[in-house]
């Protein structure tokens, strides 16, 4: 038994070594992990704060982005309301010009039907005076003719030479 003893005293003498070292290395050791907490902790806080900055930053950008998006989308609208009634003025504008053309077409092809009669009228009556008056010219010419004749004849001339 003597041994078991001392194995027993051994054990018991390292365990008052132990506890006569422990509470310095103990109380650094307590130290160290208040410390490491503290520090843990202090991280924390500042990660906190950084991601609770970040939050409140991304909230306002967010924000931002959304007015930003409600102009956007409202000029949008306002511009295709604009281009839209711009459309349907140029196409009633293009229908209104396209019937006054169709209505200028129809007044050039009147107007050129009834010059055209006109016309016809005119020269079938310029017509109609020339046969009354041929035979008179033609007796008138042959008179003249004849005359011119006599008179080339009275100077010695030969007519048939002209």
Same mark, same amino acid.
């Given at each position: 038994m003597?041994?078991?003893?001392? !194995?027993? !005293? %051994?054990?018991?003498?390292?365990r008052? @070594?132990?506890?006569?070292?422990?509470? !310095?290395?103990?109380?650094?050791?307590?130290?160290?992990?208040v *410390?490491?907490?503290?520090?843990?902790?202090q991280d924390r806080l500042e990660m906190s704060r950084q991601r609770q900055a970040l939050k409140e930053e991304l909230g306002t950008r967010s924000? +931002?982005?959304e007015e930003e998006? %409600?102009?956007? @989308?409202?000029? =949008?609208?306002?511009? +295709?309301?604009?281009?839209?009634?711009?459309?349907?003025?140029?196409?009633r504008a293009?229908?209104?010009q396209d019937g006054t053309l169709a209505q200028l077409h129809a007044h050039v092809a009147d107007m050129e039907a009834k010059y055209e009669e006109i016309l016809h009228d005119n020269l079938d009556c *310029? =017509?109609?005076?020339?046969?009354?008056?041929?035979?008179?010219?033609?007796?008138?010419? =042959?008179?003249?003719h004849t005359r011119l004749k006599e008179q080339l004849r009275q100077f010695g001339l030969n007519p048939l030479d002209f």
């Open positions: 003597p041994p078991k003893t001392k !194995g027993r !005293g %051994r054990k018991a003498e390292a008052k @070594k132990k506890k006569n070292s422990s509470p !310095g290395v103990e109380a650094e050791a307590k130290h160290r992990l *410390l490491l907490e503290k520090e843990l902790l924000k +931002q982005l998006v %409600r102009s956007l @989308k409202e000029q =949008l609208e306002t511009c +295709q309301r604009e281009a839209k009634t711009v459309k349907e003025e140029s196409e293009l229908r209104k *310029l =017509l109609a005076k020339l046969r009354v008056v041929k035979p008179h010219w033609d007796a008138a010419v =042959l008179r003249l």
